[in-house]
């Protein structure tokens, strides 16, 4: 049974980096019957920001990965933090240290121009003098002098650090706040996790936590460092690539289960499967196989499982998504009719939402590209006689094949191409040229509107503009 954890801190929004190392963490943690839990790592007051929180929260219930306890805010632990400060000075594993700042600039100084890493050199280590004045002490960890830091990596394998590499840190600074990788042990050890997730930008903070794991006599979890996800070139996800925040996917009209789709392939795979629903992710993921190099960021293939999502989603769950975007299809007497048409098209309910809208609503202008290509001086003759063909028929049209059956036998009577009538159709219609079938639109607008948008567009003289 596996316990894991999130633990964003609030600076920012959440980005899809996080999310997908959310998504692995919740998966294990649901597979083995464990818990997922929601930590925020608030510590840094000059840093948070409330709406990040909210953000934060409101991303995690947009899809749907609910934390199985309360959510932990780290600046509400500020009393067990300091027991643990205590108890590491009382038993000697801690120290304060007087180092002033000169003092700390001229080592490194000294340090790089010996071409040294700058590293505390533990010259208050063992100190029993007497304190300088004026110097507000932290407090450091004492970290080992000889040895190695060693560690198994469910996904980098064996990991071995030598004890060179990681100083007396800082624990509690000056003030009295403790550091990052104190209370994430502390925060991890006392929750009770058992499998930590992460990304690989987390693995050089690894042996300073195994140092406090091991001074306080926490049991140690099993580490798992996440590559991280790249541009299309093999850079840094930047926002322009997709690293924004989760809620403006939610905001460019994707549903969540694509998101989570698209992000649990971006580093796991099972053969060449695609598409996973929930449970099937939740059959089938291990992180042991989460790939060792870093994942390439593709806007194609999540448009693509979007639209597949799109496709495969109720007519009542997506007319109430559609709400979001302010377009209620809700009781209209054509809404099944309307979304099972423009869903087949729709790549996102930004699309879907335009879509329906450009034939719901009346237009208020005409494509002129279309206009000059369609209009003839023919057309409105041609099309005053389809209103008549649609006027005698009226009480019959209903569905597509309605329209149908009284347009070819009026199409081959008066020997046309079917474009010759379908386009300057279409632009009365929905003012454009791309619509979908001339048979589908007047069934969902029905006879009497589609009439009435005919007149109009005869009327306006197709809104050309005399040159």
């Given at each position: ?16 980096g996080g ?13 083995t ?14 840093r ?5 929180v909210k953000?934060?929260?409101?991303a ?74 004026g ?71 690894t ?16 580490f ?22 989760v809620?403006?996917?939610k ?26 629903s ?47 975007f ?14 099972d ?9 930004v ?26 001086d ?5 099309l ?28 081959q009577?008066?020997g046309?191409?079917?474009?010759q ?38 009327e ?8």
């Amino acid at each position: 049974m596996a316990i894991t954890r999130f633990a964003p801190s609030p600076t920012g929004y959440l980005h899809i980096g996080g999310l997908r190392t959310a998504l692995y963490s919740y998966l294990w943690a649901k597979k083995t019957t464990g818990e997922f839990k929601l930590r925020i790592e608030d510590t840094d007051e000059a840093r948070n920001s409330e709406d990040a929180v909210k953000a934060i929260i409101e991303a995690f219930d947009w899809v749907g990965m609910d934390s199985d306890c309360e959510v932990e805010y780290q600046s509400k632990r500020k009393d067990i933090y300091k027991k643990y400060i205590d108890q590491l000075l009382a038993e000697g594993k801690a120290y304060k240290c007087y180092m002033s700042r000169d003092e700390l600039d001229t080592l490194r100084a000294t340090q790089e121009a010996n071409k040294e890493t700058p590293r505390y050199d533990g010259r208050y280590r063992d100190f029993d003098g007497t304190p300088p004045e004026g110097i507000d002490p932290v407090i450091r960890i004492k970290a080992p002098l000889s040895g190695k830091l060693e560690f198994e990596d469910g996904v980098k394998g064996f990991m071995s650090f030598n004890y060179d590499q990681v100083d007396d840190f800082v624990i509690a600074r000056s003030n009295g706040n403790p550091t990052y990788n104190f209370v994430v042990a502390i925060d991890d050890a006392l929750m009770g996790m058992t499998d930590v997730l992460r990304g690989d930008d987390h693995l050089s903070n690894t042996p300073k936590q195994l140092v406090v794991y091991n001074a306080l006599g926490f049991e140690i979890p099993k580490f798992y460092h996440i590559p991280m996800i790249n541009n299309p070139s093999g850079k840094k996800l930047s926002k322009r690539d997709g690293a924004m925040d989760v809620m403006e996917y939610k905001r460019l009209g994707y549903l969540p289960e694509a998101l989570l789709n698209f992000l649990v392939r971006l580093g796991w795979s099972n053969g060449d499967q695609e598409i996973f629903s929930i449970d099937e992710m939740l059959s089938l993921f291990n992180p042991n196989n989460i790939n060792k190099s870093a994942s390439a960021y593709n806007e194609e293939k999540l448009l693509w499982l979007n639209a597949h999502y799109i496709k495969n989603a109720s007519n009542e769950r997506l007319a109430n998504e559609l709400e979001f975007f302010n377009c209620k299809i809700n009781g209209h007497d054509k809404k099944e009719m309307v979304l099972d048409l423009c869903k087949e098209r729709a790549n996102t309910l930004v699309e879907l939402q335009s879509s329906i809208k450009n034939i719901l609503a009346v237009p208020t202008s005409y494509e002129q590209k279309g206009v000059k290509k369609f209009i003839k001086d023919t057309t409105v003759e041609m099309l005053n006689d389809y209103i008549h063909i649609l006027e005698e028929n009226s009480s019959t049209l209903h569905l597509p094949v309605d329209y149908e059956a009284i347009t070819k036998p009026f199409i081959q009577d008066n020997g046309l191409k079917f474009p010759q009538l379908f386009q300057p159709i279409r632009i009365s219609l929905t003012g454009g040229t791309q619509a979908p079938s001339v048979y589908d639109v007047t069934a969902i607008l029905g006879a009497e509107e589609s009439i009435s948008r005919i007149k109009k567009a005869i009327e306006l003289n197709f809104g050309k503009v005399e040159n």
